[in-house]
């Protein structure tokens, strides 16, 4: 497959006028393309670019997301809010809840932000990082259409449902643990599908609780409600696939429970008639200042020791290195900078059609 490279900047501002065209204001455009394309920069190329037309632009067109964001505070304290997002766009709606987030713990030592009618908000970490850029501990997650089945059971009833944690170190990039509680996600899938890859058996079952490998048939089956992801540790309780599930239920509660959100079935995006209807998420969004328990610096040091003596324990065979949370994207944003962003075929395509669809002869990608 052909694999073509284009810059971050170019990518970024691509979708951001595409964003204003289809009617979202400026800075919010400008917010949404910030966190796809951060997505990219970390090497998580589920969540990024590939997301932005199947996902964005295309539930905008069928009116099931809108692009003009309401964001309603309908209760708040001075460490709490209550924020209905009305539907808008979920990048929007996450920074601005945990800037709230932040602005009350910086202020009172903890903030928490709770938010109902929102949508997809991209990777999870980006809100964790920016509570550790700004000195803090981090944590966010939210609810989505139902693909987990419960331990034992086949049927799709939990979302991928992370459960997001940034904390702050001395090393040039912070800890951040940002993955679902599912063995593995959705957009996984749909990158696996556009390079044409099979899935490991385990990750998918079908509702007799057989694996499903084939992409297509994977997609499809999470789609109608005939197969599932299974909860991270994967099948049964052999190897701790309660663990997952466990945690995949708490983040549902705190994604609807503090604040009457939908949850469940109700998350689906499909009405009783099979039309397509909003998805109405919930997030949550917490910020702790750790001045408020120790010296920022010393903080970072600790944390920072930690990941070191872990990297540093004895390696298995054949294994060269141990890495920490958010290594990984650390490294894949250093060669990503100077490489620039890897574009394969299908999403050539794509980004050529929505030129051609836009207008945008700016944007004339020399692919």
């Known amino acids: 497959m052909s694999i073509v490279y284009e810059t971050f900047e170019k990518m970024e501002n691509f979708m951001k006028d595409i964003f204003v065209k ?9 917010i949404c393309a910030n966190v796809l394309i951060e997505s990219d920069k970390r090497g998580i190329d589920s969540h990024g670019i590939g997301r932005f037309k199947p996902i964005y632009l ?6 099931i997301q809108q692009p003009i964001t309401r964001f309603e505070v309908v209760k708040e304290g001075p460490t709490t809010a209550v924020v209905d997002g009305h539907d808008g766009m979920g990048q929007v709606i996450g920074k601005k809840s945990m800037q709230m987030a932040i602005d009350k713990a910086r202020q009172y030592g903890m903030g928490m932000v709770a938010v109902r009618n929102s949508t997809h908000y991209g990777i999870a970490g980006y809100y964790a990082t920016m509570a550790a850029d700004a000195g803090m501990i981090g944590i966010t ?52 599908d556009r390079i044409g890859k099979t899935m490991p058996s385990g990750w998918v079952i079908d509702r007799e609780g057989n694996a499903v490998t084939d992409t297509a048939l994977a997609l499809e089956g999470l789609t109608e409600g005939s197969c599932a992801l299974t909860p991270l540790g994967g099948i049964g309780e052999e190897t701790a696939g309660y663990k997952g599930y466990g945690y995949a239920t708490v983040v549902e509660i705190l994604s609807a429970a ?22 109405h998420l919930g997030h949550f969004f917490m910020a702790i200042d ?30 060269s290195r141990i890495y920490t949370a958010g290594e990984k994207e650390y490294l894949a944003y250093q060669e990503r900078k100077v490489k620039g962003l890897p574009i394969n075929e299908a999403l050539q395509k794509t980004f050529k059609g929505l030129v051609a669809e836009y207008g945008m002869s700016d944007y004339q990608f020399n692919w």
């Open 258 to 279: 503090l604040q009457q959100g939908a949850f469940l079935k109700a998350l689906s995006g499909i009405d009783a008639s099979g039309k397509k209807v909003p998805y």
């Open 22 to 30: 289809v009617g979202v204001p400026a800075e919010e455009a400008a």
């Open 58 to 63: 295309d539930r905008i067109k069928e009116g």
């Open 290 to 319: 750790i001045a408020a328990f120790i010296e920022l610096d010393k903080f970072k040091k600790t944390v920072g020791d930690i990941l070191r003596e872990l990297r540093a324990s004895q390696k298995a065979k054949g294994e």
């Open 141 to 192: 997650g939210t609810n989505a259409r139902p693909s987990i089945a419960p331990t034992f059971g086949v049927e799709n009833m939990l979302g991928t449902n992370p459960l997001t944690i940034g904390l702050p170190s001395d090393e040039a990039f912070p800890f951040c643990i940002d993955c679902a509680t599912s063995i593995t996600q959705r957009g996984k899938i749909e990158n696996y």
